[in-house]
C-alpha cells in the first residue's frame, strides 16, 4: 500500500522555536506538496516541490521554508513558530503532471503556545 | 485562475435519505477533477478522478458526475459511517497544482 508518512501527530512548540515537520513518500513520486487546513479557510498551499533539491513558493510561503535533499523526503521548517501557525499541516505527493490526484498524510496537528 | 466552490457547506441527512453535493469550477482546461472524502483529524483520502463531461464513477453507496461546469457527489442511502468532509478540487493545464473547494461536512444521523 502505498504511503505518505508524517513524523508526528501531534506537536506542541514554543513561540519562537524553530520546528521541523518531516515528510516521506514511498512511492517514487517526483512531486511534493505542503498545505495547512484551518476551518473555514479549506487547504492553503505553502511550498511545492517537482524534483530534488527545486522548491517553489505556494500561496502562504511567509514564515516558513522547506527542505528537499532526497526525492523521497520533503521537510517544511517553521524558522521562528507563531501562535498564528497553530494549524493542521499536511504533506501530499503525486507523479509528475500530477493527473493521477495526489496521495495526503495523516497530518500533523502543531499547536504553538 | 482556477477556483472551485461547494455547496452547501454542511449538510445533514438522516440515515436512508439520498442526497447530492455540488462542486462548481472554473479552470482552463481541465485535465482532471477530484473527490476526496477526509476524516476529522486524519488527512484526505482519495474517491474518484474525472477527466471529461459526462463521465460518472461510482464506489459504494458514492457516485461522482461530471459537466463541463459542475460535479455531483451523489449520496444513496447514507449511513451515519458516510459522515465526513468531501472535498473537490480540479488541475488545470499543464499545472501539477490542485485548487481545493472548501469542503462540504456531511453528518448522517441514525
Known amino acids: 500500500d502505498v504511503k505518505v508518512t508524517q513524523s508526528s501527530r501531534y506537536l506542541v512548540k514554543r513561540t519562537g522555536e524553530k520546528v521541523f515537520l518531516e515528510c516521506v513518500q514511498d512511492m517514487d513520486h517526483e512531486n511534493m506538496f505542503w498545505y495547512r487546513q484551518d476551518p473555514g479557510l479549506g487547504l492553503r498551499l505553502i511550498y511545492f516541490?517537482?524534483?530534488?533539491?527545486?522548491?517553489e513558493k505556494g500561496d502562504i510561503p511567509e514564515g516558513y521554508s522547506v527542505s528537499r535533499e532526497k526525492k523521497e523526503r520533503f521537510s517544511l521548517i517553521l524558522e521562528s513558530a507563531s501562535t498564528n501557525q497553530t494549524s493542521m499541516y499536511l504533506c501530499?505527493?503525486?507523479?509528475?503532471?500530477?493527473?493521477?490526484?495526489?496521495?495526503f498524510g495523516s497530518g500533523t496537528r502543531l499547536t504553538v503556545v | 485562475e482556477d477556483q472551485v466552490t461547494q455547496s452547501p457547506e454542511a449538510l445533514r441527512l438522516q440515515e436512508g435519505e439520498s442526497s447530492s453535493l455540488n462542486c462548481s469550477y472554473t479552470?482552463?482546461?481541465?485535465?482532471?477533477l477530484f473527490w476526496y472524502r477526509q476524516d476529522p483529524g486524519k488527512g484526505p483520502e482519495f474517491l474518484f478522478t474525472?477527466?471529461?463531461a459526462g463521465e460518472e464513477k461510482e464506489k459504494e453507496r458514492l457516485k461522482a458526475t461530471l459537466t463541463k461546469k459542475e460535479s455531483f457527489l451523489h449520496i444513496t442511502a447514507p449511513k451515519p459511517e458516510d459522515s465526513a468532509t468531501y472535498l473537490c478540487a480540479v488541475q488545470g493545464g499543464a499545472n501539477s497544482k490542485l485548487t481545493f473547494g472548501k469542503g462540504i461536512t456531511l453528518s448522517v444521523r441514525p
Open positions: 479552470v482552463s482546461g481541465l485535465r482532471g
Open positions: 474525472l477527466y471529461s
Open positions: 501530499a505527493s503525486s507523479l509528475s503532471g500530477g493527473a493521477s490526484g495526489y496521495t
Open positions: 516541490s517537482y524534483d530534488v533539491k527545486m522548491k
